[in-house]
């Protein structure tokens, strides 16, 4: 396996590790039915602590599966679909190719 495509897996399973972290699935769950909202919209929807919802969206934004939108009215959160599209599709290619745990390696 080239370095670049080993990177790569890397880089997607940390990404899906952080999205299907059980504290993160009630944000985006959230954010995609509601496109988007305010930490308090959140807060108050999810019904997650102050700190550990700040805690998740940090890590959220910092690995860009929510986009951070700042105004001088408030902040909104927005789930970047286009990046959560392309985990699924890999995701479903993973699945596709299957392992067969009875092959010998």
Do not use: W
Not at 22 to 46: K, M, R
Not at 74 to 99: H, I, P, Q, V, W
Request: net charge negative.
């Amino acid at each position: 396996m080239p370095l670049a495509d080993a990177n790569q897996i890397q880089r997607v399973l940390s990404l899906l590790e952080v999205l299907t972290h059980d504290d993160s699935i009630p944000i985006t769950a959230y954010l995609q039915d509601h496109h988007g909202a305010s930490f308090l919209e959140l807060l108050v929807h999810t019904g997650m602590e102050s700190r550990l919802l700040e805690t998740q969206l940090e890590q959220l934004c910092k690995n860009e599966l929510v986009i951070r939108q700042i105004s001088i009215a408030e902040t909104r959160y927005l789930l970047n679909l286009s990046l959560c599209r392309e985990l699924a599709m890999f995701a479903d290619k993973l699945a596709g190719r299957g392992f067969d745990a009875s092959r010998n390696l």
